[in-house]
C-alpha cells in the first residue's frame, strides 16, 4: 500500500504564511509528479500546484501564482507547499497527490495522479 499524510494545516490570519507537507510512505513507488488541489466550501475541487520530480518543473493555477511555492525532498519523499499572503479565499482543505505514470501531458488534472492524501484544512481569517 502507498500512503500520504498531509500535515501543517491551520488557522491563520490573512497576510500571514503557512507551509504545508507531504509525505509518501508504504510500497515504493515511481514518482514522476505531486501535486497540490483544493476544495473549498461548496465549490469542486481545484488544481494548486504541481512538481516534476526529476527537473522539478513547477505549475501553478492562476491565483495562488507568485504566493505559493510549490518543492520536494527526494530524500525523504515529501512534497511541501510554502505559502504566502494568504487570503480568505485560499481556506480549503487542501489535497496532497502522486502521480506514478510517465504522462506526455499535463499533471494539473486528477485523472494524472494514483495517489491521493486525505487532506488537511487551511483557514485564513479577515
Known amino acids: 500500500q502507498v500512503q500520504l ?12 504564511s503557512l507551509r504545508l507537507s507531504c509525505a509518501a510512505s508504504g510500497r515504493p513507488f515511481s514518482t514522476y509528479a505531486m501535486g497540490w488541489f483544493r476544495q473549498a ?3 469542486e475541487r481545484e488544481f494548486v500546484a504541481t ?6 518543473s513547477t505549475d501553478y493555477t492562476d491565483s495562488v501564482k507568485g504566493r505559493f511555492t510549490i ?32 504522462l506526455g501531458g499535463s499533471y494539473s488534472a486528477t485523472a494524472a495522479y494514483d495517489y491521493w492524501g486525505q487532506g488537511t ?6
Open 41 to 43: 466550501p461548496g465549490k
Open 71 to 102: 518543492s520536494r525532498d527526494n530524500f525523504k519523499h515529501t512534497v511541501y507547499l510554502q505559502m504566502h499572503s494568504l487570503k480568505p479565499e485560499d481556506t480549503a482543505i487542501y489535497y496532497c497527490a502522486a502521480g506514478a505514470r510517465r
Open 5 to 16: 499524510v498531509e500535515s501543517g494545516g491551520r488557522l491563520v490570519q490573512a497576510g500571514g
Open 121 to 126: 484544512q487551511v483557514t485564513v481569517s479577515s
Open 51 to 56: 512538481i516534476l520530480w526529476s527537473s522539478g
